[in-house]
């Protein structure tokens, strides 16, 4: 079967959810998600006005691409820029028009449930400025951080953040090493009008979490610390932790397959208790279960209890091949 089969198979099975998202007020989603779709490594979304195509493992042929841009076109007609980031670090190789050069490295608004959010497709990193995939994880947010304090951890570009300040918390606050992602957070604060109630703290998230949780700042053996942002041991009503898969810092290893607990233990004494922890992780080998198992023990061992749990799946524009998508969220409430 072709690409634009494929394709055009996934544009009429997501029937049902396009008018569903332009009930909800949101222009941003995925039309194709090739791992289980059809093409693996071909990714397809609508972010805002413009049509994104990425691709993760080989460059698509001319006369496909025509293909694709036409079928999407049918759909809505919108400019379409194709990302090849089928080589080395997965960065993006292809030339583009002048015009579509243009309306890539601009910022444009789109947005989720009503929310606000900028996003520019070509940029000084790699991905575009909101995952797509966590849209659950920022409607469960703003759904339950009403006259709450938030800490939004590993918070990339604040959706998270944003999303909690427009239910109605009464505090967040934002932590990345990224002075980029924290930048583009403080535009969606503003583009909502919530930025009186938004912090942005750019700091390796290590000291940040261990500080707020009463913790002692350690490193890696044999590292020295560079300076960090000396903050207040806090607790917080609502801790989104939300981890790459892996990096190293001189504070610590990131490491979502071997050592979830060196991470969730600070954010998690950083929460309240009756508070709320999310936690997520992107590997898709990890084990739901396992990985849910060991979060429990690592809270028992702190001499607290999980009282209830609840999933976060993600929504039908992403597909998976037996339910369980790769990207894992649950919310604890905690004791």
């Not at 949780?213 to 009503?237: E, H, I, M, S, W």
Request: aromatic share 10%; proline share 4%.
């Amino acid at each position: 079967m072709s690409i634009a089969t494929y394709l055009t198979a996934a544009l009429q099975q997501r029937a049902d959810f396009f008018i569903e998202a332009e009930r909800s007020q949101t222009d941003c989603y995925r039309v194709f998600h090739g791992t289980v779709e059809g093409v693996n490594g071909l990714n397809i979304d609508r972010y805002g006005q413009v049509w994104l195509i990425q691709s993760f493992h080989q460059t698509i042929a001319n006369d496909e691409l025509t293909q694709i841009t036409e079928l999407l076109q049918q759909h809505i007609d919108l400019p379409v820029i194709y990302n090849d980031r089928s080589q080395k670090n997965s960065r993006i190789l292809n030339p583009l028009s002048d015009d579509l050069e243009q309306i890539a490295a601009q910022a444009t608004v789109m947005h989720e449930n009503g929310i606000k959010f900028t996003s520019k497709l070509r940029h000084e990193g790699q991905d575009p400025l909101l995952f797509l995939d966590m849209r659950a994880g920022r409607e469960f947010v703003q759904a339950n951080s009403q006259n709450k304090t938030v800490l939004n951890l590993f918070s990339y570009t604040c959706g998270i953040g944003t999303a909690a300040a427009v239910g109605g918390a009464k505090r967040v606050v934002n932590v990345d090493f990224s002075s980029f992602a924290l930048a583009a957070g403080k535009r969606n604060a503003k583009l909502n009008q919530v930025d009186d109630v938004c912090e942005f703290i750019q700091s390796d998230a290590f000291p940040a979490m261990r500080q707020f949780a009463g913790l002692k700042v350690g490193g890696r053996r044999n590292q020295k610390l560079p300076r960090y942002p000396k903050l207040q041991p806090t607790q917080f009503d609502l801790v989104f932790l939300d981890p790459p898969r892996f990096a190293k810092s001189p504070f610590g290893t990131v490491d979502l397959i071997n050592d979830y607990q060196s991470l969730f233990k600070p954010a998690m004494l950083a929460t309240q208790n009756d508070g709320c922890i999310v936690c997520c992780n992107n590997v898709a080998k990890v084990d739901k279960q396992i990985w849910f198992d060991s979060l429990v023990r690592c809270v028992e061992k702190q001499g607290r209890q999980v009282k209830s749990s609840q999933w976060l799946d993600c929504h039908s524009d992403f597909p998976s091949f037996d339910g369980n998508h790769p990207l894992k969220m649950v919310a604890l409430t905690l004791s």
